[in-house]
């Protein structure tokens, strides 16, 4: 059973950056693709990024040229570079472990103007 948990979420005013970090339990990380999603207040969850085994991103086209997805697998751990940030990121942000599509409980980004 995987375990997902999230930390480095906050407060941040625009222009602002932030790293989110997922730290996950199991043998098996090196091989899964990851997925950063995030939901606001009021919509749905929707995907931001992934990154496959072999450390190949996607974005949300939103997101692209300010925020980065990578992975140290040595510890485990997929990170979520956000820079650039807009008071429209604001949002819980979950990782996910997409091969056993295991959720972690999520933090909370809040950007002000």
């Known amino acids: 059973q995987v375990q997902l948990v999230e930390s480095g979420g906050g407060l941040v005013q625009a222009g602002g950056s932030l790293r989110l970090s997922c730290a996950a339990s199991?043998?098996?990380?090196?091989?899964?693709?990851m997925d950063w999603y995030r939901q606001a207040p009021g919509n749905q969850r929707e995907w931001v990024a992934s990154?496959?085994?072999?450390?190949?991103?996607n974005y949300l086209d939103s997101v692209k040229g300010r925020f980065a997805i990578s992975r140290d697998n040595a510890k485990n751990t997929v990170y979520l570079q956000m820079n650039s940030l807009k008071p429209e990121d604001t949002a819980v942000y979950y990782c996910?472990?997409?091969?056993?599509?295991?959720w972690g409980q999520g933090t909370q980004v809040t950007v002000s103007t």
């Open positions: 990154i496959s085994s072999s450390a190949i991103p």
């Open positions: 996910r472990d997409r091969t056993f599509g295991t």
């Open positions: 199991g043998s098996s990380f090196a091989l899964n693709v």
